[in-house]
């Protein structure tokens, strides 16, 4: 148990269908992310949040998007992905210091599995 | 583009035996963290290194952080079948909150 719980854990959607992963950490922190782990690459970040507001976009499809309501929930909503799209999408938290040793927790991940 | 490479990608050995995986880069990093990631699981941090030379040990691990802070290492004595999972070692910047992932070390330990 990290302190970051992400639901659900295993998501099978179509390629038409409208899903939502979410995200909530119970550390007292303040930055919320959203990384993607795909087969074969390195981990990818998606999204960044510091305080409620996105402060990294990293060229990420607008077929998802984040929605952070407070600092401690996170979102990915999902619509008209595509098969690719399959991967472990993982949240993790973290304080947003600056500088050395900014430590992220992440969550056990949501597994997607688009068709 | 701060890029990590890791090396080796995969790794096979026979409890008991010791190891090293490396983490190299060009670039220089604020900071070092080496997680690890059993499978259907998210990464879990096992350290975090500030300081060039800095080397510190977590019962059978080593880590350690170059002096230039541009690499690392994580040495296992006596690895066991516990030990096999996937290491990523992630380099902090010295601007904002974002790291750097390696594409992690693909370890199995045998009983």
């Known amino acids: 148990e990290t302190g970051v719980t992400q639901t659900p854990r295993h998501l099978v959607m179509g390629m038409t269908n409208k899903k939502s992963l979410k995200c909530e950490q119970h550390?007292?922190?303040?930055?919320m992310y959203w990384y993607k782990q795909s087969a074969k690459k390195p981990l990818e970040l998606m999204f960044v949040y510091n305080f409620k507001e996105q402060t990294e976009n990293n060229s990420v499809p607008s077929r998802f998007s984040p929605e952070c309501p407070n600092s401690s929930h996170l979102f990915l909503h999902l619509h008209t992905l595509q098969p690719e799209d399959s991967a472990l999408y993982l949240c993790a938290s973290s304080l947003p210091h600056k500088g050395s040793g900014n430590t992220i927790y992440f969550g056990e991940g949501s597994w997607l599995t688009v068709v | 583009t701060q890029l990590l490479e890791q090396s080796p990608q995969f790794l096979s050995i026979q409890e008991g035996e010791n190891l090293t995986v490396y983490c190299n880069s060009s670039s220089v990093f604020s900071s070092l963290q080496w997680y690890r990631q059993e499978p259907g699981e998210g990464p879990v941090l096992l350290v975090t290194?500030?300081?060039?030379?800095e080397v510190k040990k977590l019962k059978r691990l080593t880590f350690q952080f170059g002096d230039a802070r541009k690499d690392s290492s994580l040495h296992i004595t006596a690895a066991q079948p516990g030990d096999t999972g996937l290491y990523l070692c992630a380099g902090g910047g010295n601007a904002g909150n974002m790291l750097t992932f390696g594409g992690g070390t693909r370890l199995m330990v045998k009983p």
């Open positions: 550390l007292g922190h303040n930055a």
């Open positions: 290194v500030v300081t060039g030379g």
